[in-house]
Structure formats: C-alpha cells, structure tokens
C-alpha cells in the first residue's frame, strides 16, 4: 500500500509558540491531503482538507488562523499551530487518498502527538 | 443523530475468539467502506475496503456489506493478542472529494 508520513511523531512546545508538522506521500502524489485531530479514546475529528496549490477547506468550528495548512507540492502538505495553547494539545493526523483517487482506498500517516506546556 | 453509528465497547475476547464489529449509518448516498485498526498512539491502518454489498475475505479478515440494511460488519477469525486495537469504520460517498465519514471506533482485547 501507499505510504505517508509525518514529522515529527511527537513535539513538546511551550504555551504561545507555533509549531509546523509536516505530512508526506512516499510513494505517490496527493493533490488532497487530509488533516485530524483524534482526542483520547475518541474518533478522528476532520479538521481540514488540504489542495495542491490552492487555499485549504476547513471544517466547521475550525479557526483557520490559528490552524494553517500550505500543500505546496503534490507530495508534502504542512500544518501549523499558531500561539499554540494547552487545549491544542492533541493527536494530529493527515491522510491522503491512493492512486484511484476519489473512492478509493485512502492512507493515513503514523500520527504527530502535540504536548503544549 | 450521528451519521455512522459503532459501539465503542469496551470488548473482551479470549484468544482464538470469532470477533464481530459493526457500524450502522443513516446516509444513503455512502457507496465505499472501509476497515481501518489503530494501535494507540498510532495512525489508523487499512485493513479492508469494500464497494458493493457482500462479503470480502482477507486472511482471518472478512469484511461484510449489506446496503440495503446500511450496515457493515468486520469478522476477525481466530482472534490473536496482536488483534487487540481499536477498529474503526470509515465511509466515502465517492462524490466527497475522498472525505471520510468515521465511526467511533470499537476497543478490542484479545486476552491470552
């Protein structure tokens, strides 16, 4: 299967500081990448979807100042957590769709845990 | 109400148990399905995907799709300790732009 990965799998910040977490397709291009945010014991919580070379889509009650995507290339879409606060912290992970596209199978990276203090 | 409903559980097994998993979901318009199994603090991996109604073996894996009743199952055979993840359910319309809707995820324990 197609591979994606994040980086890095884990970041500790301090409150009030912004912290970039990147997400690749090894092995394939994504013109979409998805971003979410999964809380303990819960589900993945879509936060956005991310396009190749266009502004990202967000979901609603998601502050799209605060949580800023750039997919600058058809392999890396990047998520930034701006003044970055303790509710932040959380599991963050990005997905991207295979080579059928639409429909088909879609793949998820390993997962970035945020820790802001 | 939600779109995708799963018993999150708790569910406890003994090892070499049948495990049943199940998600229903009021939207019609869904047409793929799919199986993802996440270890904590891990990504969610695929484990099966499917389109139609019907079934779809995978090793110990059998993934079950009946959309008239809008409901999908995941049978694992012969339950393994390494089995013990949470399962979640996932569905696309197709027409979505590849966006998933998911169910809560079922915690397993397979006990040795």
């Known amino acids: 299967g197609a591979v994606v990965s994040q980086h890095p799998s884990w970041v500790i910040c301090k409150s009030g500081t912004s912290v970039k977490i990147e997400c690749r397709s090894l092995?394939?291009?994504?013109?979409?990448m998805f971003w979410y945010r999964q809380f303990p014991k819960q589900s993945l919580m879509l936060m956005a979807t991310s396009n190749e070379g266009s502004k990202a889509t967000y979901e609603q009650g998601v502050e799209k100042d605060k949580f800023l995507i750039n997919h600058a290339s058809l392999t890396l879409s990047t998520l930034t957590v701006t003044s970055a606060h303790p509710e932040d912290s959380s599991f963050y992970i990005c997905s991207a769709p295979g080579l059928a596209g639409v429909g088909g199978e879609q793949y998820f990276g390993p997962g970035t845990r945020l820790t802001v203090t | 109400q939600k779109e995708v409903e799963q018993d999150p559980g708790p569910l406890s097994v003994p090892e070499g148990a049948i495990v049943s998993l199940n998600c229903t979901y009021s939207n019609s318009a869904f047409q793929y399905f799919m199986w993802y199994r996440q270890y904590s603090r891990k990504g969610p991996e695929l484990l099966m995907y499917t389109y139609s109604s019907g079934n779809k073996e995978d090793g110990r894996f059998t993934a079950q799709v009946d959309k008239s009743s809008k409901y999908i199952s995941l049978f694992i055979r012969d339950s393994q300790p390494s089995d013990s993840a949470t399962y979640l359910c996932a569905m696309e319309m197709g027409t979505s732009g590849s966006r998933l809707t998911f169910g809560e995820g079922t915690q397993l324990t397979v006990n040795p």
């Open positions: 092995d394939f291009q994504a013109t979409t």
